[in-house]
């Protein structure tokens, strides 16, 4: 299946394929190429390097390989030079092109990479887990983080093409399902009625399944790509896609990244953010039930114990937020976000109390 982003000064295709047996084929598309560089984490290269290997001597452009280390902890600034320095060594020009192998902190490290090196070159993204098929392999936000910040130093590199094995997902962690679900789970409220609708209809039995797979990535491919073109540098609207993240990030930061995954962060913070839409906007009640069914059928979390002031001590640090306010994404409907909305300490402490409480 052949999907396409239009990022207003770019198009690209978006790639699901069964396998990796068409990735030569693809990368041909991409013209004027003097290498590739390969940058993924060992475990992932040990996992499919047997498969791509072929895939890029068919293209007849020298490669390499530059290992990364996973892990939020490792998409860190200070992780950057030895990967500068690699890329130099062997030779990196302007006509270099990166593969992107892997998750999403492989996806956003390398092509913060890409977009950096010799003021920016191109790159491919080539996600290996669901949470990076259905996000953030699409739209260009590439980011590394900050000791105070996570995504806080980044760019808008629009890749030259995503492409997607649902193979890849064979070997994927029930962790990285989780994650991948919530994201899907946040397209779906924001797209409206009938993508959520066929989200009800996933169930612990057939989640897996290909056919589920495709039904994730082509929906919520779709779905974003309809509002990276309408906001290509998220000036305003492409501000929706944080639905749920407020929290979640806060939670993470809060955690120092352990014990619960970018996934299962978000997951909460949808929840949070439904509670307060149901407060701010009145909000059918039906969407939270039905969103917190979901999440116990597919093993998702929707509560987690913070203290208020210590999610309010963690959001300082959420770029969206300003001037010690905290600005949230709600809906108004299933399909009808709102950005921006400001949320006061009293407010927020009142619905994590709520929060706590749901069974």
Known sequence: ????????????????????????????????????????????????????????????????????????????????????????????????????????????????IASTILRGIR????????????????????????????????????????????????????????????EVLKHSLLSGTEFFEMMKEVSKTNYKSPEKIEFYVEKSVEFKS??????????????????????????????????????EAVSVGLVTALLLSERRFGLKKEVLKDVIQFQKRLGLPFRFTIKPEEAMEHMKFDKKNSNGEFKFVLLKDLGEPSFGNTVTESELSEILLEQTKLT
């Open 226 to 263: 309809s509002v990276v073109k309408a906001d290509p540098k998220e000036n305003g609207l492409r501000a929706i896609l944080n639905l749920g993240h407020t929290m979640g990030h806060a939670i993470e930061s809060y955690l120092n990244y352990k014990k619960l995954s970018h996934g």
């Open 1 to 112: 299946m052949k999907l396409k982003v239009n990022a207003f000064e770019k198009e690209y295709p978006v790639l699901i394929e069964n396998n990796f047996t068409e990735l030569g084929n693809s990368l041909k598309s991409v013209q004027q190429v003097s290498n590739f560089f390969v940058i993924s984490e060992k475990e992932i290269l040990g996992l499919f390097q047997k498969e791509l290997e072929p895939e890029l001597l068919s293209t007849g452009v020298p490669f390499h390989y530059i290992e990364i280390k996973g892990r939020e902890k490792n998409k860190h600034i200070s992780k950057t030079e030895d990967v500068y320095d690699k890329l130099i060594s062997l030779g990196v020009d302007r006509k270099s092109v990166i593969i992107a192998l892997g998750g999403g902190v492989v996806g956003d490290f390398s092509g913060f």
């Open 123 to 182: 790159f491919v993204q080539v996600p290996t887990t669901l949470l990076a098929a259905v996000d953030s392999s699409v739209g260009g936000k590439v980011a590394v983080n900050a000791n105070l910040g996570k995504n806080m130093i980044g760019a808008f590199h629009q890749p030259e093409l995503v492409y997607f094995s649902k193979e890849s997902l064979n070997s994927l962690p029930e962790v990285e399902w989780r994650c991948g679900l919530a």
